[in-house]
């Protein structure tokens, strides 16, 4: 499997992007709907999923570069949120 899905003026869509996009997306919408079903809170779940996917995000960041690979990024702090050169946890 090719990790470029297709290029948008330079910017490459990676597949891992995308299944995250999907999963963030998809607990966002699952939430809402069992919210509205429930009466209440509902107008607040979809900034608490963007808020939670971009935490997550950079949580999972965080945790890669502290937990596995602080030697290498103690000495370069200007790449720990360089996402695009992979080390996702």
């Known amino acids: 499997m090719y990790p470029i899905l297709f290029t948008i003026g330079g910017f490459p869509i990676r597949f ?3 299944i995250t996009l999907l ?8 939430a809402y709907f069992l919210a509205k079903q429930d009466g209440r809170w509902h107008q607040h779940v979809i ?8 935490a997550g ?5 965080l945790w890669d570069v502290f937990f596995f690979d602080w030697d ?8 720990i ?3 695009w050169q992979g080390g996702m946890a």
């Not at 963030?24 to 919408?29: D, E």
């Not at 995000?57 to 960041?61: A, P, Q, S, T």
């Not at 290498?72 to 790449?79: A, F, G, I, P």
């Open 47 to 54: 900034d608490i999923g963007i808020y939670a996917g971009a």
């Open 72 to 79: 290498y990024y103690s000495h370069n702090l200007t790449e």
């Open 81 to 83: 949120f360089n996402v």
């Open 16 to 18: 891992y992007g995308l």
């Open 57 to 61: 995000i950079l949580g999972g960041r």
């Open 23 to 30: 999963a963030i997306s998809l607990a966002t919408g699952v």
